[in-house]
T-cell receptor, first 114, second 118 residues
Framework: GQSLEQPSEVTAVEGAIVQINCTYQTSGFYGLSWYQQHDGGAPTFLSYNALDGLEETGRFSSFLSRSDSYGYLLLQELQMKDSASYFCAVRDPEIKAAGNKLTFGGGTRVLVKP | GAVVSQHPSWVICKSGTSVKIECRSLDFQATTMFWYRQFPKQSLMLMATSNEGSKATYEQGVEKDKFLINHASLTLSTLTVTSAHPEDSSFYIC??????????????FGNGTRLTVT
């Protein structure tokens, strides 16, 4: 099976930097994804890491270390609209699952205060 | 591109009745769609994989006779919650992608259906 661990909640002020860690256990690895979900809304894709290193997309960056089975999402210059839940996810290793099946971590609720 | 539409966005039904939720891929063909369920402040739990033209694959612990899935075309999958009970009240979300998940092919989610069973 697959499992992912991430902190349940983080609080920070506007303009700050938040790092959300994710450790995973999986029988096969095909990349680590990150999704954002506002309350009552749909999850939306943020980033994806297949190889070690840092991927930067605007204020958000994502890092992966495959040897440590670890990744993180970095939120910089926090804004009020960044208050949401953030999920890391790994792909199912079985090819017959069409390569699209994702298992999600428990989610990290980020609360941004003025 | 890659828009997934889900309908209805919310529904209230009486215990014992059935509810159908539709999931459509608007601008691409999805041979596979995924149905997730999410309870308040919890993660997304995969219920089943919907396969166009064949039977759905259910995750362990999900009753296939209670959660009926039909994927009759490349752009439509439906989830029917049969004989709904209050414990079925949850947020149901469908998703699909253009191909194997990657940075260029993420999962796209519908806006979800909030089901309340009274």
């Amino acid at each position: 099976g697959q499992s992912l661990e991430q902190p349940s909640e983080v609080t920070a002020v506007e303009g700050a930097i938040v790092q959300i860690n994710c450790t995973y256990q999986t029988s096969g690895f095909y990349g680590l994804s990150w999704y954002q979900q506002h309350d009552g809304g749909a999850p939306t894709f943020l980033s994806y890491n297949a190889l070690d290193g840092l991927e930067e997309t605007g204020r958000f960056s994502s890092f992966l270390s495959r040897s440590d089975s670890y990744g993180y999402l970095l939120l910089q210059e926090l804004q009020m609209k960044d208050s949401a839940s953030y999920f890391c996810a790994v792909r199912d290793p079985e090819i017959k699952a069409a390569g699209n099946k994702l298992t999600f971590g428990g989610g990290t609720r980020v609360l941004v205060k003025p | 591109g890659a828009v997934v539409s889900q309908h209805p966005s919310w529904v209230i039904c009486k215990s014992g009745t059935s509810v159908k939720i539709e999931c459509r891929s608007l601008d691409f063909q999805a041979t596979t769609m995924f149905w997730y369920r999410q309870f308040p402040k919890q993660s997304l739990m995969l219920m089943a994989t919907s396969n166009e033209g064949s039977k759905a694959t259910y995750e362990q612990g999900v009753e296939k006779d209670k959660f009926l899935i039909n994927h009759a075309s490349l752009t439509l999958s439906t989830l029917t919650v049969t004989s709904a009970h209050p414990e079925d009240s949850s947020f149901y979300i469908c998703s699909a992608s253009l191909g194997p998940v990657s940075g260029n092919s993420p999962l796209h989610f519908g806006n979800g259906t909030r089901l309340t069973v009274t």
